[in-house]
């Protein structure tokens, strides 16, 4: 699957490699929802390449840090950044540009659609010719589509739902539309790919493909956000964790750092 997951072509080598080694930072953020502080001036790094686990009590901030990174919200205090770029009201398509891709805890696919075409509208803000060459038919927007469902097919073999891409979405069980999104996500093509618990609802068997799954994106250098309660799933997994408490950092650090912490097994891991 790794030469499917790959790099884009971003100019000249020295750019390249500068894009390709910036981090996405949530830069001091706070958020607020009327009376309720969700974060409270939380940072995070989430560099190419690395696993970064996300873990915290419920409610304690870590779909608002997500929704924050990905652009869904937008901060009451503090950036999130990218390069020089600070994201604090990017567009749709200015996250597509950047590659930040992401999933939901519930998923939210189109249900009726196939397999294959809910994988390939996460590719279609790559798509030069568009919507419009393709519903006219015009040679370049077959050529593209054509495209583009060789690597959503691919894709999907990649996450292990080769055997279904022409069924429904809502023909599904739930781990397959957990991995679609996965596939839908990777389709964009992205840099940072934030999952927000895709463990939750999977057998053993089934986290453990998810946890082969990720590795494969990790290697392909893509950084990945895991927002996670299965914790050792996430301690096996993750290059780093950072820990949130009632929307405050509690510690961050790697797996063993955090593991053993003593705060963070008051507060969450239990002893
Ligand atoms: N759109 C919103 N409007 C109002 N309050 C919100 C909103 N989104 C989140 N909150 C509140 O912000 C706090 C943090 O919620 P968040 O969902 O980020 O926590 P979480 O750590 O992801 O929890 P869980 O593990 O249960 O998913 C909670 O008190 C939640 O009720």
Do not use: C
Not at 80 to 100: E, F, K, T
Not at 202 to 210: D, K, N, R, S
Not at 243 to 260: F, I, K, Q, S
């Amino acid at each position: 699957m790794s030469a499917v997951i790959d790099g884009r072509a971003h100019g000249a080598a020295s750019q390249r490699e500068a894009t390709a080694a910036a981090p996405l930072q949530a830069l001091k953020i706070t958020k607020r929802f009327g009376g309720l502080t969700a974060l409270d001036d939380v940072s995070l790094e989430l560099r190419p390449g690395e696993v970064h686990g996300l873990i915290g009590p419920n409610g304690s901030g870590k779909t608002t840090l997500l929704n924050m990174l990905s652009g869904y919200y937008e901060p009451t205090a503090g950036e999130i950044r990218y390069r020089d770029l600070s994201l604090g009201a990017a567009s749709v398509q200015q996250r597509a540009a950047i590659g930040v891709a992401r999933t939901f805890q519930k998923p939210r696919l189109l249900p009726m659609l196939p397999v294959l075409d809910n994988t390939m509208l996460g590719a279609w803000s790559h798509a030069r010719s568009g919507f419009l060459a393709t519903a006219l038919g015009l040679p370049a927007g077959r050529a593209e589509e054509a495209a583009l469902r060789e690597r959503a097919t691919e894709l999907l073999h990649g996450v292990g739902l080769g055997a279904v891409i022409h069924r429904r979405a809502n023909g599904l069980d739930h781990a397959q539309q957990r991995f679609l999104e996965i596939a839908r996500g990777l389709a964009l093509q992205p840099r940072f790919l934030l999952l927000d618990e895709p463990a939750g609802g999977l057998t053993g068997a089934e986290i453990e493909h998810l946890g082969a799954v990720i590795r494969t994106v990790r290697d392909a250098g893509i950084g990945v956000l895991l927002v996670e309660h299965h914790t050792d799933f996430v301690f096996r997994i993750s290059d780093r964790v950072t820990t949130l408490n009632v929307g405050r950092l509690l510690r961050h650090g790697t797996p063993d750092e955090v593991r053993h912490d003593p705060e963070v097994i008051r507060v969450y891991l239990g002893a």
